[in-house]
């Protein structure tokens, strides 16, 4: 079965660089999740979208925007790179809202460097 | 906002014995679910086994097993016949409204 695609697997960036995240839910699935987990921590929920509008946002930075598109992809866009931000970064997907919306399925993450 | 407590941050096993996780949390919640996720040293987040919270009955899925007790807001993960796989981290993670809230998560090592 298809699963949750998220590209680059890794990337290395230096500070005040930026980045940009990409994931690709599973077919069908028309809810986004991003969440953040720094080294030895539980992930941390950054954001989340629903049919293309954000649907609830977490503990995610001003520096930090996300988006869904048409196709229901999403892009974590990350701005003045801190080396804090340094973490790997889970994008999730879940069907429709209130048909198993609680089932969320992850991507293996982007593992973020910043230098 | 909810809390999730992992009060176990490592724990080993003996290959085919059984071992329990333990986890609380708090919420002012009254439908919401509970999730066990494992994550192995690749990092990649799977999913274990699920818990309504408006349905009694524990959930098991293979050696994976709960005992779910909503009053006492606790949630054990249960794993039978621990295999040398099972090594990870295990991670309780609690969903209302829309996001899921993790623990801090439980080391797991199944020793041979």
């Known amino acids: ?115 | 906002a909810q809390t999730v407590t992992q009060s176990q941050p490592e724990m080993s096993v003996q290959e085919a014995e059984t071992v329990t996780l333990s986890c609380t949390y708090d919420t002012s919640e009254n439908n919401y679910y509970l999730f066990w996720y494992k994550q192995p040293p690749s990092r990649q987040m799977i999913l274990v086994i699920r818990q309504e919270a408006y349905k009694q009955q524990n959930a098991t899925e293979n050696r994976f097993s709960v005992n779910f007790q909503k009053a006492a807001k606790s949630f054990s993960l249960k794993i039978s016949d621990s295999q040398l796989g099972d090594t990870a981290m295990y991670f309780c993670a609690f969903y209302a409204g829309n996001m899921l809230t993790f623990g801090g998560g439980t080391r797991l090592m199944v020793k041979p």
């Open chain 1, 1 to 115: 079965a298809a699963g949750v695609i998220q590209s680059p697997r890794h990337l290395i960036k230096e500070k005040r660089e930026t980045a940009t995240l990409k994931c690709y839910p599973i077919p069908r699935h028309d809810t986004v999740y991003w969440y953040q987990q720094g080294p030895g921590q539980d992930p941390q929920f950054l954001i989340s979208f629903y049919e293309k509008m954000q649907s609830d946002k977490g503990s995610i930075p001003d520096r930090f925007s996300a988006q869904q598109f048409s196709d229901y992809h999403s892009e974590l866009n990350m701005s003045s790179l801190e080396l804090g931000d340094s973490a790997l970064y889970f994008c999730a997907s879940s069907g429709r809202r209130g048909q198993k919306a609680y089932e969320q399925y992850f991507g293996p993450g982007t593992r973020l460097t910043v230098t």
